[in-house]
């Protein structure tokens, strides 16, 4: 008698279990980070092809003929002054890289204040003004615009399932979309630990992994498995490669750090420069730093215009790029970067990389393909003072699983070369901006509801 009320216990408490398993309470939350981590692989694959094909249009329109060539000197400046105009009549906080904005609101607890630097209109707003961007010819990417979109996705999917873990959802969704954008999970990973939250809790490694997993899923059903900039097996021989990881490391942490002290001391001073007048002054700035990419490009021939990524992936490929392409490209990217236009400096980035690592290995006689690699991740890891992030994301880029440690070494290196310059990474110092940007505004409004109880007593 008892074994047999034993048993019917255990089958009603098991019958509990079930019913609770399968409570939409539960699975809500569940299906909706699902299906948000799969529409970041989806959007990423898509906004892709719509960039690229922005690029080839600008490129086919200035390349059609005697006269043609000088079109950017109209379309460039035009499209900058459009997209700043957009971006700060209709799609504020959309400008620039977007990594930077998902980070600051990772620091923010209030949800009005995440929503203005994360939403669904910033996720529309950032991909149309970006392929405008690209087919005015800037030179930006389209890869931290994308963790934009995914961090922006996850925090609707937080608000849509219920669920409270604002911070670690924007983390899942920034790793995401730079899983799904470069076909690179492990550089998801490893940039949402090193690079977006500067620590790793360890209540939100599901999330992060669950997040880059179903986004690769996604972009790998629509698009197939590839590398990025295509592959290398260069390997690292003799004392001169050796040479060379230093050179290439050392070397390309200093442009790095140049580049990104630059623009964060230049976007300070633009957003106090501007506040007398913000719109007209900033549509100014943006229509002086079109001109400025446009002559470069014209200068250059065009190869300074869009990504760089053609460019990279020839000199990954073995084809040495010209000598001062790197210089060019890197004036442009500040350019760009400082205009106020939505787009990243990722692709950008690895593109001057390259060029740097293509001139240095001129210069020594090494294999250009190293030379490209190393130069890649000595510049990006002192633009962006993540060295781990970086040495991943160009071994999967390339993959080239034969050059770990020289990639490794070029990294660290070019991370130790910037911390010389530059003790501030340059995402974490454009956020503080985004930080007090979101401060002045809550002082505002608690002074404008003060004002209104005043009134209305």
């Known amino acids: 008698m008892h074994s047999a009320y034993r048993r019917a216990y255990k089958r009603v408490r098991l019958l509990r279990r079930s019913h609770v398993l399968w409570t939409p309470r539960l699975w809500k939350p569940r299906l909706v980070f699902w299906a948000g981590a799969l529409a970041i692989g989806i959007i990423s694959v898509v906004f892709a092809y719509v960039a690229d094909l922005a690029q080839k249009l600008f490129q086919g329109i200035t390349s059609g003929g005697a006269g043609y060539e000088w079109l950017p000197l109209i379309i460039t400046p035009l499209g900058f002054v459009f997209c700043a105009w957009m971006a700060r009549s209709y ?9 930077p904005q998902a980070i600051a609101a990772r620091h923010l607890s209030d949800e009005e204040d995440r929503e203005g630097l994360l939403s669904l209109r910033m996720t529309i707003g950032k ?83 669950s997040a880059v997993i179903l986004a690769g899923i996604a972009s790998l059903g629509l698009v197939g498995n590839y590398t990025y900039f295509g592959t290398t097996s260069v390997t690292t021989s003799g004392a001169e490669d050796w040479l060379l990881v230093l050179v290439c490391g ?27 007048w913000p719109l007209g002054r900033a549509l100014m700035i943006a229509a002086g730093c079109g001109i400025a990419v446009a002559l ?30 790197f210089l060019g490209k890197f004036i442009a990217g500040v350019f760009s970067t400082i205009s106020g236009i939505p787009g990243g400096i990722f692709a950008p980035s690895l593109a001057v990389g390259a060029g740097l690592g293509s001139s240095l290995g001129l210069l020594f006689g090494a294999n ?11 510049y990006f890891a002192g633009v962006v003072q993540a060295p781990m992030t970086a040495f991943v994301i160009i071994l999967e880029m390339t993959g080239n699983h034969n050059n770990v440690i020289p990639l490794m070494c070029a990294s660290m290196i070019g991370y130790g070369a910037a911390r010389l310059i530059s003790h501030e990474p340059l995402y974490h110092g454009l956020s503080r901006l985004y930080l007090a940007d979101a401060l002045r505004l809550r002082r505002a409004k608690g002074r404008e509801g003060e004002g209104n109880r005043a009134i209305g007593q």
């Open 368 to 378: 250009a393909s190293l030379a490209a690699v190393l130069g890649m991740a000595g």
């Open 91 to 99: 799609f504020p906080n959309s400008e620039g890289s977007g990594i």
């Open 127 to 209: 991909i149309f003004l970006t392929i405008i961007g690209l087919f005015s010819g800037a030179s930006i990417g389209r890869e931290g615009p994308t963790v934009q979109v995914g961090a922006s996705i996850m925090l609707l999917s937080a608000k849509i399932g219920g669920m409270e873990q604002a911070r670690g959802l924007i983390l899942a969704g920034s790793a995401a979309g730079i899983a799904a954008a470069f076909n690179a999970p492990l550089a998801g990973i490893v940039f949402a630990i090193e690079e977006m939250g500067r620590s790793y809790a360890a209540r939100t490694n599901g999330l992060v992994v």
């Open 250 to 276: 050392a070397v390309g942490g200093l442009a790095g750090a140049i580049f990104s002290a630059f623009v964060l001391q230049a976007s300070r001073r633009i957003r106090r420069l501007i506040q007398p």
């Open 296 to 325: 470069i490009g014209v200068l250059s021939g065009g190869e300074t215009f869009g990504t760089g990524y053609t460019q990279a992936r020839s000199a990954i490929e073995g084809t040495p790029l010209p000598p001062f392409f």
